[in-house]
């Protein structure tokens, strides 16, 4: 059966033709779905970034790669600082369809992909085209595999920061409130703790404020607030669904920051998600930070996949200095 390749310009147009094969029914990865591709393109300075879709299908699979433009031959992840996993969206598994893209796309010079877990196909597959690949490590991502029961996951962590949480929980004597669905107070409160944090300015405060009623309508917020005396010290936006929780957001105020709010209402949402959600997988997002480590078991690496068409004369000066370091991977043909 021959496979069928398209190449899009609009997400509405993906939006057509895949009719609900991106939709969260049929796309368990949060990343993987037609509305976080447009949400991203809407709130995360995609202006002068036209999209780029290539879609493969044959049979019942199929198979999306979403990109935009970053110039005429050049183009990179339809991703931004909230896309903690990218990759091939697929429908069914074959990856003839990943290959077939890859072969769709030689009027461009570059790709760039990152954050990717798994890049072995794509590299396997732009490699068998022509294209020339190269991987490097773009960031880390902290995962763990909880135990059914809390107090085993609690009693392995580390002997300090039990020490540290039950010692300053008497005394910070915190309300703590875990929300499950949106809630307007709660978001507005979780708002001035990131203000008065060390945090930077949130990218795109609209992008957060959909993604969280959007997974709070679907059940899959998790949005805690711990208040001092009434007053919001600290938050945590997580993403549960389908087995996988993902720590999003974390914030204190700098003010509160003596009595250790933010563990203590990390003890406080590891215990409501392990025991109320009973997640395969829990992740901290991504990023080396070194607080990580007290609460999972071990990073893994995320990478940059640099993709060269050295059909493309535009490519041909990266992928001269890549050739001169001997990081280019060579195809078996070469």
């Known amino acids: 059966m021959t496979v069928n390749v398209k190449l899009f310009d609009s997400l509405a147009d993906v939006a057509i033709d895949a009719g609900g094969e991106l939709d969260r029914a049929q796309q368990p990865s949060l990343y993987n779905r037609l509305e976080w591709f447009e949400r991203t393109a809407n709130h995360c300075g995609m202006a002068g970034k036209p999209p780029l879709v290539a879609r ?30 990218f990759d091939i969206v697929r429908k069914g598994q074959d990856d003839g369809l990943v290959s077939a893209i890859a072969r769709e796309l030689k009027q461009l ?21 022509g294209w020339k690949v190269v991987r490097t490590v773009a960031t880390e991502n902290w995962e763990l595999r909880p135990p059914s029961e809390f107090e085993t996951f609690w009693n392995a962590r580390p002997g300090k920061l039990r020490s540290t949480v039950k010692r300053k ?8 409130n875990i929300h499950r669905a949106f809630d307007e107070q709660a978001w507005k409160d979780y708002q001035a703790i990131y203000a008065q944090s060390w945090k930077p300015n949130e990218g795109s405060w609209d992008f957060m404020r959909e993604f969280a009623e959007t997974e709070g309508e679907a059940g899959a917020l998790r949005l805690g607030v711990a208040y001092k005396e009434g007053e919001p010290v600290a938050a945590q936006l997580w993403h549960v669904e389908n087995g996988h929780a993902t720590i999003h957001k974390l914030a204190y105020c700098e003010d509160a920051k003596s009595y250790s709010p933010g563990s203590i209402l990390s003890e406080a949402m590891f215990r409501h998600v392990i ?14 930070e070194r607080y990580k480590a007290d609460w999972m078991d071990a990073p893994r690496p995320l990478y940059r996949l640099q993709l060269y068409n050295p059909r493309q004369p535009a490519a041909w000066l990266a992928l001269l200095r890549h050739k001169f370091s001997g990081l280019v991977r060579r195809s078996p043909s070469d």
Not at 114 to 122: D, F, K, R, W, Y
Request: aromatic fraction near 8%; glycine fraction near 6%.
């Open 275 to 288: 025991e109320q959600d009973a997640p395969e997988i829990i992740d901290y997002g991504t990023g080396s």
């Open 109 to 129: 010079a570059t790709i760039t992909i990152a954050p990717i877990a798994n890049p072995e196909s794509v590299e396997q597959a732009f490699t068998a085209a």
């Open 169 to 176: 929980g008497k005394k910070a004597n915190l309300e703590i």
């Open 56 to 85: 493969a299908r044959r049979g019942d699979t199929a198979a999306w790669l979403f990109l935009c433009r970053t110039g005429k031959r050049h183009a990179e992840a339809l991703a931004s600082w909230y896309t903690l996993a």
